[in-house]
């Protein structure tokens, strides 16, 4: 006897179950509980039947539910003027084909097809909402994201080019594509969210679009509403704190094999900063401010313009690393920190993955970065925000400058 067999099987008929237990739930007219099993458990018996009669017997099996499908629906709907839905269908079609896929081994695969498919039916209330609420902004949005990730991307050379062989028109793209998702994603759940979201949620999304943007929103804002000053205060702090959870996800995207080497510096940073924010909430927990209109993060120019900046530091680096040592490659974090963390934060990432870097140095120069924003994000309040604001924020900025010098020298 072959367990393995069996096991899938035993797999089909479970995720069978699932998707069909969701289907007679939702809709007790449709097919249910017992027809998902038997649909499933077909496509795994069609699959075996195929490794040894040929492919034909799991095409037939596959036009034969189409088919029946058909009938079924003329049946049920002959007299009603509703025009029926095909959601059902397309799910029993997609579960004989994971059934057939657990044949050939591809288990996980299979089980997570069958869980998305129960939860992609399961959640048709929050994805229509979600769809009503979308406007043509936000259309305009995601299609921009599909022109970055998916045709302009594809097209690209993977090998590198110039000076140093470090410029990678496709890798340096990708990076472009992992920046502009992160702040799209965080733009979208900001827009649904709205008014509803209080300070913290709106720096923390704001730390996850653009902490100096959010900075250069609210520091414009105190100064025709002075008032709104402490609670901008927070929001920055929040939004700064946040650039260390970004830095993080991107380090254990593009970097994975160092993240742990690198993860506890700036663990310990964001918990110290995370803490000065704290007790600038604990001022400011009994208002709510719903802040500026997050502005679009998907712009195509913006995105090249991340690229040629992305690929200068690339370049910078290796130049300074050549050239002037240790001294000239925190200069060009400390430049290219100025008004944006990532291009240092990815680009030192790669540099160490492809041993141009020790880590050493690596995560020194991204802690030298941060610390060169949170700067400059001072002074944009101190340039264009109102006095107040300056005075609420500088304490801790000042904190978090010093806890970043602290870690810097006494790290071992």
């Known amino acids: ?80 003027d509703a025009h029926p839905g095909t959601t059902t269908e397309m799910a029993a079609l997609v579960m004989f084909a994971v059934g057939a896929l657990l044949q050939g081994g591809t288990i996980a695969e299979a089980a997570a097809i069958g869980g998305g498919v129960a939860l992609l039916l399961h959640w048709k209330k929050p994805l229509h909402h979600f769809v009503k609420r979308i406007g043509g902004s936000d259309i305009q949005v995601i299609f921009r994201m599909v022109l970055i990730a998916l045709v302009v991307l594809p097209l690209l050379p993977d090998r590198s080019f110039g000076p140093y062989e470090v410029l990678n028109p496709f890798r340096i793209w990708l990076m472009v594509v992992l920046i502009v998702g992160i702040s799209i994603a965080s733009y979208l759940i900001s827009r649904y969210v709205g008014s509803r979201a209080g300070s913290v949620v709106s720096g923390i999304l704001g730390g996850l679009i653009s902490s100096t943007a959010t900075t250069v929103s609210y520091a414009r804002r105190s100064k025709s509403a002075p008032e709104s000053s402490t609670l901008a205060a927070l929001v920055i702090m929040v939004a700064s704190t946040i650039v260390f959870v970004r830095v993080a996800f991107e380090v254990v995207v593009v970097a994975p094999a160092i993240f742990w080497q690198v993860c506890p510096q700036f663990g310990v940073m964001g918990l110290w900063m995370s803490l000065i924010a704290a007790m600038a909430f604990k001022l400011t927990r009994h208002k709510q401010d719903a802040g500026p209109e997050p502005k679009d993060p998907s712009n195509l120019a913006a995105a090249v313009i991340f690229g040629g900046l992305y690929a200068l530091v690339l370049l910078a680096v290796a130049a300074a690393k050549q050239y002037f040592g240790a001294g000239g490659l925190y200069l060009v974090a400390a430049l290219s920190g100025l008004t944006d963390m990532d291009a240092i934060t ?66 071992p």
């Open 1 to 80: 006897m072959d367990l393995q067999i069996w096991q899938q099987f035993g797999i089909a008929l479970g995720l069978g179950l699932l998707v069909g237990l969701q289907r007679e739930w939702a809709e007790p007219e449709a097919a249910g509980i017992r027809t998902f099993a038997l649909i499933t458990v077909l496509g795994t018996a069609c699959a075996h039947l195929a490794s040894r009669f040929g492919g034909w017997v799991l095409a037939g099996g596959f036009i034969a539910l189409g088919g029946l499908m058909v009938v079924a629906n003329l049946r049920r709907y002959r007299d009603r």
């Open 346 to 411: 990815l680009s030192t990432a790669q540099l160490i993955t492809a041993d141009r870097l020790s880590v050493e140095t690596g995560w020194r120069m991204m802690m030298v970065g941060a610390l060169s924003n949170i700067l400059f994000k001072g002074g944009v309040v101190a340039c264009i925000g109102n006095r107040r604001l300056l005075r609420r924020i500088a304490l801790p900025f000042g904190g978090s400058l010093l806890g970043g010098g602290v870690l810097l020298w006494l790290w």
